[in-house]
T-cell receptor, first 110, second 114 residues
């Protein structure tokens, strides 16, 4: 089983739609979780950290389910500018670098 | 978050040559990393650049092919040695304040080998 798994997509959604991305991780001792966004031909950029209680930043909501080893990202009222690849990122341990998922590609269509 | 600059932003190189990529951070950081990303593919970690000691390489990457320096807490270099077309890729530098902390990336070096 891979350390971090994501549905590769692509997710093609109309503007204004709500879209959810899921991510599972294999190591139950993982402590830190993040969502990154990567635009085509650009570097990954931190979108938001994921906290145990769940957290929201505008149209974006991240949730963590430790029991199921599952992370989600919800985007409400999708904009064309949300089109990108969304990377799930996990800290497996304090002795190894972050593990990046392969990403889920989102295309928001007018 | 730290601002990370990479040079060069792109290059076209001949087979068999070597290229050194520089990564400069605008503040002192604990951790620096080097990644490779083929077009349309996911990130692959090459190594962790350790200040004052040899880099820690991931499986499949060796020091002879990808020598790394990190002379201080704000600067690192990655050399791609004896290049072949298979080394054509985007090379990304990142930095963080700790292994559990988010990494911030430079804007990458696009490398093409003819």
């Amino acid at each position: 089983r891979k350390e971090v798994e994501q549905d590769p997509g692509p997710f093609n959604v109309p503007e204004g739609a709500t879209v959810a991305f899921n991510c599972t991780y294999s190591n139950s001792a993982s402590q830190s979780f993040f969502w990154y966004r990567q635009d085509c031909r650009k570097e990954p950029k931190l979108l938001m950290s994921v906290y145990s209680s769940g957290n929201e930043d505008g149209r974006f909501t991240a949730q963590l389910n430790r029991a199921s080893q599952y992370i989600s990202l919800l985007i409400r009222d999708s904009k064309l500018s949300d089109s990108a690849t969304y990377l799930c990122v996990v800290s497996i341990s304090g002795n190894t670098p972050l593990v990046f998922g392969k990403g889920t590609r989102l295309s928001v269509i007018a | 978050s730290a601002v990370i600059s990479q040079k060069p932003s792109r290059d076209i190189c001949q087979r068999g040559t070597s290229l050194t990529i520089q990564c400069q951070v605008d503040s002192q950081v604990t951790m620096m990393f080097w990644y490779r990303q083929q077009p349309g593919q996911s990130l692959t970690l090459i190594a962790t650049a350790n200040q004052g000691s040899e880099a820690t390489y991931e499986s499949g990457f060796v020091i002879d092919k990808f020598p790394i320096s990190r002379p201080n807490l704000t600067f690192s270099t990655l050399t791609v040695s004896n290049m072949s077309p298979e080394d054509s890729s985007i090379y990304l530098c990142s930095a963080s304040t700790g292994l559990r902390q988010p990494q911030h990336f430079g804007d990458g070096t696009r490398l093409s080998i003819l």
